[in-house]
């Protein structure tokens, strides 16, 4: 059994496109933790944090993570705050390698700005507060990193043969 692969980084990053094409390249399991916590609660993310807040959210991501952990050979595409819980890093770094996914505050702005299923951009959905909270993020996301990959203007491919090589 090889080890996970857990991809992190700010929402719009490309975690989920990512692990998709990783999937097929390395044949592994894929699992997008945001919709296997939507899948398994049976509610949205808003509402999830509408109701019970984002303390109760980042619990279930924790043990959505640490049940990872366990099964192995996975490509997990993780939730862009999954880094704020060091337990969570604790977790990914035990089974597996973490690789961390940037893009400029632009960027992101770019790929998300039509999304409305973004619960912590409500009512924020600029480049500003973008940036503002991507550098809060910043160091949490390279310090549980294993291997940082800039995904500014480089195709999927590209992006996959960085991570293969790196890995």
Do not use: W
């Not at 099964?71 to 060091?86: A, H, K, L, M, Q």
């Not at 893009?103 to 700005?113: G, N």
Request: hydrophobic letters at 40%; one cysteine or more; aromatic letters at 6%.
């Amino acid at each position: 059994m090889r080890e996970n692969i857990f991809l992190i980084g700010f929402m719009g990053a490309g975690k989920s496109t990512i692990a998709k094409a990783l999937c097929r390249e390395l044949q592994m399991q894929l699992v997008e933790m945001d919709a296997r916590i939507v899948e398994e609660q049976g509610m949205s993310i808003n509402d999830i944090f509408a109701q019970y807040g984002e303390d109760h959210f980042r619990d279930i991501e924790s043990q959505l993570i640490l049940t990872l952990g366990e099964e192995g050979n996975t490509i997990v595409s993780c939730g862009g705050g999954v880094v704020v819980r060091p337990r969570n890093i604790e977790f990914m770094k035990k089974s597996g390698k973490v690789v961390f996914l940037s893009a400029t505050p632009e960027t992101i702005y770019e790929r998300v700005k039509n999304s409305t299923d973004r619960p912590i951009l409500n009512g924020h959905m600029n480049v500003e507060y973008i940036a503002e909270l991507m550098e809060k993020r910043r160091a949490l996301y390279e310090a549980a990193a294993d291997i940082k990959i800039e995904t500014d203007g480089k195709s999927r491919p590209e992006i996959c043969k960085e991570i293969m090589e790196r890995l």
